[in-house]
């Protein structure tokens, strides 16, 4: 696990984990931007909840928050936590 991302342990699922190891090495600027939004997820949950959608997923409701001037990346997170749960692009 990358300590450069992870505020505390357990916030982010192992997928989010890879996908943020990954966009590290493969596009800083966007690896920084989608750290800015996880920390508002992390640092102001409420707010960044309603700047996101809700997703009713079979494990229950999964919130989705663009990340700014970045369409179509999207950073999924749910409350329990928070947690960050996946980023990528979706339409």
Not at 7 to 28: K, M, N, V
Not at 33 to 61: K, Y
Request: glycine share 8%; with cysteine.
């Amino acid at each position: 696990m990358t300590q450069g991302h992870v505020p505390i342990e357990g916030a982010y699922s192992e997928i989010a984990d890879q996908q943020l190891d990954d966009l590290e090495r493969s596009d800083a600027a966007l690896y920084n931007d989608i750290l800015t939004v996880c920390e508002l997820v992390f640092t102001d949950p409420g707010r960044a909840q309603s700047m996101s959608a809700a997703v009713q997923t079979e494990h229950g409701i999964v919130f989705r928050l663009a990340v700014p001037g970045r369409h179509p990346y999207k950073v999924f997170w749910s409350s329990d936590g928070p947690r960050v749960e996946a980023i990528f692009p979706h339409g």
